[in-house]
């Protein structure tokens, strides 16, 4: 059993900074792509920012320069990091994980419970 746990979130004013964390655990033989996807009120889930397992990242053009997001190999953990927060980044984030739990099986997508960040104005 595989499981992603995220912490972090919460609100803060517009400008300022949030740091969201998520840890995967259970059996895992590997984890290759993790990432991060937000889902706002009547909107489709959309995604944040993706990292590959040797550190390469993609961003959404609507959070470049403000997010960044980071992993720890190790502990298998994922975080994002949220500067200059608008009330456009006001969503559900979820935690997205591309993980293997055999030498012989294919990455499945694994996926947290989501965490809410609210920018007030």
């Known amino acids: 059993q595989v499981q992603l746990v995220e912490s972090g979130g919460g609100l803060v004013q517009a400008g300022g900074s949030l740091r969201v964390s998520c840890a995967a655990s259970?059996?895992?033989?590997?984890?290759?792509?993790m990432g991060w996807y937000r889902q706002a009120p009547g909107h489709q889930r959309e995604l944040v920012a993706t990292?590959?397992?040797?550190?390469?990242?993609n961003y959404a053009d609507s959070v470049k320069g403000r997010f960044t997001i980071s992993r720890d190999n190790a502990k298998n953990t994922v975080s994002l990091q949220m500067n200059s927060l608008k009330p456009d980044d006001t969503a559900v984030y979820y935690c997205?994980?591309?993980?293997?739990?055999?030498?012989?099986?294919?990455?499945?997508?694994?996926w947290g419970q989501g965490t809410q960040v609210t920018v007030s104005s």
């Open positions: 997205n994980a591309a993980i293997r739990v055999s030498t012989w099986s294919a990455p499945s997508d694994y």
């Open positions: 259970g059996s895992i033989f590997s984890v290759n792509a």
């Open positions: 990292i590959t397992r040797g550190g390469i990242t």
